[in-house]
């Protein structure tokens, strides 16, 4: 119940209703003609019960509901002929959660049970014992309540199939344009680059094979068109992921290490702790960091060795990486990028990251991301 500045909580509103249904169905059963005495407790009781039943409407729909038919079978007779308008908002907060077919079949029973119920109980003629009958469930206020509880179940669907229908055009336009980036990358850099890297290895080749002195401005060239290479590699990479593959996490870091190993740094893993799943979010942080730690050594630091330590705490997981560098600062980072990437990274799953210059000599990076005690 929106009322413009804030809103409702859902469970206000239905002890309201509840309140407001019980009050009505107290007064007009207590102001017409009922019986008196013990009878008169019991209706009351009764209605009372039907009524307050409807706050947990929406926590059990199919309970309520049984539990507003009985009391309306058990007032009726008792002698209260009250339309049972707890049962009908019943019925329409149970279609609207999607019981049509048991709200049927409850509602067909509850109309053959109460004249059923008012002939075993009161007496009197077939024709008295329909009106009553008719008195306490109007089949015309059923149907509307069935047909309300429909159509808002209906609308919702509609709004529900709208807002996935806006997320995955969303979702399906961000991924149009992210590739549509990338062919114009593809298309606009990636020849141009290639032609400037063969060129100056050609020239590098041809004056080494001549016995001629290279000039450090074609290798400085050569070196960076490899370098412009691979990082063109890999953005367009990053740029055609759709997420279709599975994402890198924990059980990934093992091959990273192997793979820089390959490069001539000496890479070591090591894992402490007792290991335990950990969320996905985490797993896939962790990978990046070591990831990006480790290249940073590879390109940076002129390092010989770096060593990963991958500590499972009881409620957190623990990385460092540490390398035997020179301990230059990296270069300021792009944002998403480098050590501002790994900081927005840990910052979002409310972690703690520390980077610094080693003692001893080289750089640490150290991290620490929650796990919500994982087990």
């Known amino acids: 119940m929106n009322t413009g500045r804030f809103t409702v909580p859902a469970g206000v509103t239905d002890w309201a209703i509840a309140a407001g249904v019980t009050t009505v169905l107290l007064g007009t059963g207590l102001s017409g003609p009922h019986p008196a005495g013990s009878r008169e407790l019991l209706g009351a009781a009764l209605l009372a019960a039907g009524g307050l039943a409807l706050a947990a409407r929406r926590r059990a729909p199919l309970v309520v509901l049984a539990v507003t038919g009985l009391a309306a079978a ?3 007779a008792a002698g209260f002929d009250v339309l049972a308008v707890s049962y009908l908002v019943a019925v329409y907060g149970a279609v609207r959660a999607g019981h049509r077919t048991t709200v049927l079949a409850a509602s067909a029973g509850l109309l053959a049970a109460l004249p059923l119920t008012a002939l075993l109980t009161q007496g009197g003629s077939a024709g008295e014992v329909l009106a009553q009958a008719r008195g306490t469930l109007e089949i015309a206020w059923l149907i509307a309540a069935f047909a309300a509880g429909e159509a808002v179940r209906q609308a919702e669907r509609r709004a529900e199939e ?3 229908t806006r997320e995955e055009t969303a979702r399906r336009r961000a991924d149009e344009e992210r590739l549509r980036i990338a062919r114009e990358l593809h298309d606009s850099l990636t020849h141009q680059i290639s032609v400037i890297k063969v060129q100056a290895e050609v ?3 041809v004056a080494r094979k001549r016995g001629e002195p290279v000039p450090q401005a074609l290798l400085a060239i050569q070196e960076a068109g490899r370098e412009a290479s691979r990082e063109l590699r890999v953005t367009l ?4 992921d759709d997420e279709t593959s599975p994402p890198h996490g924990l059980d990934h870091i093992p091959h990273l290490v192997k793979r820089f190993r390959a490069t001539g740094l000496e890479a070591t893993l090591t894992v ?3 290991q335990h799943a950990v969320p996905d979010a985490v797993g896939r942080t962790a ?3 070591v990831q990006e730690s480790l290249t940073n050594v590879a390109r940076h630091a002129a390092a010989t060795t770096a060593t990963v330590l991958i500590d499972h705490r009881p409620d957190a997981l623990a990385i460092r990486v540490d390398d035997d560098g020179t301990a230059t600062p990296f270069p300021s980072p792009t ?3 480098g050590l501002l ?3 927005e990274r840990v910052t979002a799953l409310g972690g703690r990251l520390r980077t610094e210059p080693r003692d001893t000599g080289g750089f640490t990076v150290e991290a620490e991301l929650p796990t919500g005690g994982a087990t």
Not at 237 to 240: G, N, P, S
Request: no cysteine.
């Open 74 to 76: 058990g007032h009726q």
């Open 162 to 164: 709208a807002e996935r």
């Open 203 to 205: 020239a590098v080749h």
């Open 237 to 240: 990479q990053a740029l055609r």
């Open 272 to 274: 402490e702790g007792r």
């Open 287 to 289: 990978y990046r960091i």
């Open 335 to 337: 944002p998403g990028l």
């Open 341 to 343: 990437g790994m900081h």
